[in-house]
């Protein structure tokens, strides 16, 4: 059918950056580049955006501190993002019963995002007062890079896989666009 549309699901902070933690977006960085790039292109191909709630916005506001996956890996976080994605999860399905007019291309993530990540999350084993760790620089700085989805995209590819939905899953990158469509 020639008006078939393509869709994509998106992390919300792809389309709004001010749901990041302060000074997250203050400067030119490579995502931010690659968000204006990746933008740019889906508007030139006509694909067609649905933005993901922000887990993290939505329970800790705009005036919240950085998070490790750990923090968010417990039952009440997991719980919360199933309710916020029930109603995405039904949309997806409700797109691919009508796939003759629309192809559900994927979903695009923002790596080392602790509710996010695709390829690799924000890991520290954090806890507890930091008013009393004698050296809070030195405890901050146990943070690291960890080859793991983030905790929002564990639950939404647990929650589309429950109702036989398999989509493809990318990080934002330069090639965010090309990866999926080498796969499709």
Same mark, same amino acid.
């Given at each position: 059918m020639k008006n *078939? *549309? *393509? /869709? /994509?699901?998106v992390s919300h902070c792809i389309l709004n950056v001010r749901a990041k933690i302060q000074y997250a977006v203050e400067f030119e960085t490579e995502e931010e580049r690659n968000r204006k790039a990746f933008l740019k292109k889906v508007i030139e191909e006509? =694909?067609?955006l649905m933005q993901l709630p922000c887990p993290e916005f939505l329970m800790y506001g705009g005036r919240r501190w950085g998070h490790s996956s750990e923090q968010f890996d417990n039952p009440f976080f997991r719980r919360q993002a199933r309710k916020? @994605? %029930?109603? =995405?999860? @039904?949309?997806?399905k409700e797109y691919q019963n009508c796939a003759e007019r629309v %192809?559900?291309?994927?979903?695009?993530?923002i790596n080392g995002s602790p509710s996010c990540g695709i390829g690799y999350t924000f890991s520290a084993d954090w806890g507890g007062e930091l008013s009393s760790q004698p050296n809070l620089e030195a405890y901050l700085k146990k943070g690291e890079r960890k080859e793991a989805m983030g905790i929002f995209m564990q639950v939404l590819k647990e929650m589309l896989e %429950? %109702?036989? =939905? =398999? @989509? !493809?899953?990318?990080?934002l990158t330069e !090639?965010? @666009?090309e990866e999926l469509e080498d796969e499709n």
């Open positions: *078939k *549309k *393509k /869709l /994509l699901l006509d =694909i067609q916020m @994605l %029930e109603d =995405i999860v @039904l949309q997806v %192809e559900v291309l994927g979903v695009v993530g %429950e %109702e036989g =939905i =398999i @989509l !493809r899953m990318v990080p !090639r965010t @666009l």
